[in-house]
């Protein structure tokens, strides 16, 4: 017996992609049965988009970029919007993503993580110590907390040309992928600690 389609997600103005605004109204939105009430001056990008969970059967899933900028983390302003623009304000942006419900494999990751790290040899910088993962191409970093569920992966992109660091996270059961510019991971700690508030701070619990 097939299992049930997801109830559609919801967005509660008219989706827009890649338009940053200074209009601190608040967006409802409802995404994987969870409720986020996000003020429109931190988000890029709010949109629907269709999720199939076989080749007919599909939902709607609300895909989501929020934008803000290191240290202050606030939305945009009269004089930082435009860093809320792709491609601007590379080594201050902090840029946070939904991924799709299908692509939530964050313990699978960190488990593998945890397990490479109890053979790594490389001594530990800001906290972190780097381990090598089969399964990717970039420079990880771990943080393993007090257990799995308070670890925090950290991918980063080797070279020059965008040196980003990624941080996936699962909040109430959504997964959110977070990224910055490799120069601010001295900073991780604090980057974490502060999008882990500002997600607090949008959410207002579960779709009755």
């Not at 931190?42 to 988009?49: M, N």
């Not at 007090?146 to 059961?173: Q, T, W």
Request: hydrophobic letters at 35%; proline letters at 6%.
């Amino acid at each position: 017996m097939s299992r049930p389609l997801p109830k559609n997600d919801s967005i509660s103005v008219v989706q827009f992609r890649g338009v940053p605004s200074l209009s601190t109204e608040p967006v409802d939105i409802e995404r994987g049965g969870e409720r986020f009430r996000i003020p429109r001056n931190y988000l890029e990008t709010a949109v629907l988009e269709k999720e199939y969970v076989n080749v007919k059967d599909a939902f709607e899933s609300a895909a989501l970029t929020i934008v803000t900028t290191f240290p202050e983390f606030a939305g945009a302003t009269e004089t930082s919007i435009h860093c809320f623009k792709l491609g601007e304000c590379r080594g201050s942006k902090v840029t946070i993503d939904t991924l799709s419900p299908q692509e939530n494999t964050i313990r699978t990751r960190v488990e593998e993580a945890i397990a490479a790290a109890d053979k790594s040899e490389t001594p530990a910088q800001n906290g972190l110590v780097e381990v090598h993962l089969k399964s990717s191409f970039l420079d990880v970093y771990l943080w393993r907390g007090a257990d799995i569920s308070d670890a925090i992966l950290i991918e980063c992109m080797k070279g020059s040309a965008a040196p980003y660091c990624y941080v996936r996270v699962n909040f109430h059961g959504v997964p959110f992928l977070y990224e910055y510019d490799r120069s601010l991971l001295p900073y991780w700690r604090t980057i974490h600690d502060r999008i882990s508030q500002l997600l607090n701070s949008f959410y207002q619990g579960a779709v009755p």
